[in-house]
């Protein structure tokens, strides 16, 4: 089994470990029901569509 020679310096932990939080922006579409944008594999939360059917019911503030 191999084993490292040297000790990894923090600043190298730091960098290796600094690239698992780099922010990832989530996929936007636009709902098929209303064309407002959405996340994927959710509901719509403008018209409350998921899948072509109504899953929940959205009051508008009117």
């Not at 089994?1 to 470990?17: A, D, E, L, N, T």
């Amino acid at each position: 089994m191999g084993v490292p020679k040297r000790k990894p310096s923090h600043s190298r932990q730091r960098m290796r470990r600094a690239y698992n939080s780099v922010l990832h922006l989530p996929q936007m579409t636009t709902c098929p029901q209303c064309a407002a944008p959405y996340i994927t594999h959710r509901v719509c939360p403008a018209c409350g569509y998921y899948n072509g059917r109504q899953v929940i019911t959205v009051n508008t503030l009117a």
